[in-house]
């Protein structure tokens, strides 16, 4: 995939990874205490213990985020950027469609010469067939 | 189980009735369309320019240069990212209620981000191009000196099957 569309696509997951991240975050939280009138929630036994233990959750998921940030980055350090603009652009395609025409035209002459050759030898191949054929005597 | 049949074909078919004997009888096909038309309700156009970010309604984040550079722009425009992030992070345990303006002000970094990108879309089709360009002048080369070689080959041989014929 070309350079520009890695990075639309690394744009896309970072923006993935940020609502999951805050997503998974507030799906999963434990309750809090709100005032110090109500006792103490009791932690829920249903809790997500299936792949991380709640309080590496946004380690991981920062750490996550922190990884396609700097895979961003390294995307835009390997863009091709080449200097000199539009104008130095379409200055280089204007050079390079004479010298484009050029060779053209002088592969046609090449060609032209080349298939007139082959004609003839082609004729002459013709007449030494015709002679071979006209000097066989049948037996 | 009911079934919907193919819509009808369009009724100007009857004006293509003599096609076969006389081509200029019928209608010519409408031309192209240019400038603006609507589609199932919406507007479209026929030119293919990017609309620019104050178009859209979007706060234009980086330098309106006419040359921006696009790696310093969108390094920082990432800082800018994980900035805002880190923020609404804060913002929701802190003040969960004001995460609408933190939430407008990512998507408009988002918004940006993917406007830079596509702003390079141009520049890379004439880099494109150009590199195409290259690669087809080597190939005329290499044909032309492919073609100059047999040709001198063949002259070789025919040279040396008339010296054989004449030998004998």
Known sequence: MDIISQLQEQVNSIAAITFNAFGTLQRDAPPVQLSPNYPEPAATTTATDDATPFPEQPKQLSAGLVKAAKQFDALVAALPLSEGGEEAQLKRIAELQVENYIIGQELQKQLEAAEKELKQVQELFGQAADNCLNMKKPE | ?168
Not at chain 2, 70 to 94: P, T
């Open chain 2, 1 to 168: 189980m009911a079934t919907a049949t193919y819509p009808p074909p369009p009724p100007y078919y009857r004006l293509y009735k003599d096609y076969s004997e006389n081509p200029n009888s019928a209608p010519e096909p409408p031309p192209p369309i240019e400038g603006t038309y609507v589609c199932f309700g919406g507007n479209y156009t026929t030119e293919d320019v990017l609309p620019s970010l104050e178009e859209q309604g979007v706060p234009q984040l980086y330098p309106k240069d006419s040359n921006v550079d696009y790696k310093k722009e969108l390094r920082s425009l990432n800082r800018e990212l994980q900035l805002h992030i880190l923020e609404l992070a804060d913002v929701l345990v802190e003040r969960p209620s004001q995460y609408a303006k933190r939430i407008g002000e990512i998507s408009s970094i988002f918004k940006n981000l993917h406007h830079l990108l596509n702003s390079l879309r141009p520049h890379q089709a004439r880099a494109t191009l150009i590199h195409i360009m290259e690669l087809q002048i080597q190939q005329r080369k290499q044909a032309v000196e492919d073609i100059k070689r047999r040709r001198e080959e063949a002259q070789r041989l025919l040279k040396d099957a008339f010296v054989t014929l004449d030998g004998q």
